[in-house]
Antibody, heavy 120, light 113 residues
Framework: QVQLQQSGPGLMKPSQTLSLTCAIS??????????WNWIRQSPSRGLEWLGR?????????DYAVSVKSRITINPDTSKNQFSLQLNSVTPEDTAVYYC??????????WGQGTMVTVSS | DIVMTQSPDPLAVSLGERATISCKSS????????????LAWYQQKPGQPPKLLIY???TRESGVPDRFSGSGSGTDFTLTISNLQAEDVAVYYC?????????FGQGTKVEIK
């Protein structure tokens, strides 16, 4: 079955760059039917979709306007994974971060979540 | 952005009774070319990621008990849990995937009365 395994640090200082990775098993990051997404959850903002990457003969990305100037989502086909980079973090970026697969339906497979705390 | 609004929150229901959660979108999520509503429901328990229950507004994900059902179209949707079980205590979210950015409701916490 498809599984997503997240990795990355949980404690950061303001202005640093958040980097998380989501390793895929049971599917391919470069498959033509899925998109690969990052979502975060905090008490103040609820569930917030951040962005996605997907392959349809070439690579595409979409990002939420709220983070568009700071975010990059990249696929890594050699390792069958995708990553999130969020620059210049502030305490408002403190949240649980999830990776998730979207197929023809909705977000059907989720990673286990990574609690990221931004604090000086 | 499409705003998703859920009610009520919280919702207390007796075991074996029916729980009904409403979700309204600020604009239609019905795609006319395929007549599908781009609306999903998720269940989240403490310390776990959301779990997909329903997509296309009324299609149950594989393995989801048939006491969970979704209905509605356009801008008004309902998640119904019939015969509420103790393991159904959780927060439930609706989400639209009609247009980017995908957006979620604020959640409805279902409790046992």
């Amino acid at each position: 079955q498809v599984q997503l395994q997240q990795s990355g640090p949980g404690l950061m200082k303001p202005s640093q760059t958040l980097s998380l990775t989501c390793a895929i098993s049971g599917d391919s990051v470069s498959g033509n039917s899925a998109s690969w997404n990052w979502i975060r959850q905090s008490p103040s903002r609820g569930l917030e979709w951040l962005g996605r990457t997907y392959y349809r003969s070439k690579w595409y990305n979409d990002y939420a306007v709220s983070v568009k100037s700071r975010i990059t989502i990249n696929p890594d086909t050699s390792k069958n994974q995708f990553s999130l980079q969020l620059n210049s973090v502030t305490p408002e970026d403190t949240a649980v971060y999830y990776c998730a697969r979207k197929t023809q339906g909705a977000l059907d497979i989720w990673g286990q979540g990574t609690m990221v705390t931004v604090s000086s | 952005d499409i705003v998703m609004t859920q009610s009520p929150d919280p919702l207390a229901v007796s075991l074996g009774e029916r729980a009904t959660i409403s979700c309204k979108s600020s604009q239609s999520v019905l795609y006319s070319s395929n007549n599908k509503d781009y609306l999903a429901w998720y269940q989240q328990k403490p310390g776990q990621p959301p779990k997909l229950l329903i997509y296309w507004a009324s299609t149950r994900e594989s393995g989801v008990p048939d006491r969970f059902s979704g209905s509605g179209s356009g801008t008004d949707f309902t998640l119904t849990i019939s015969n509420l079980q103790a393991e159904d205590v959780a927060v439930y979210y609706c989400q639209q995937y009609y247009s980017i950015p995908w957006t979620f409701g604020q959640g409805t916490k279902v409790e046992i009365k």
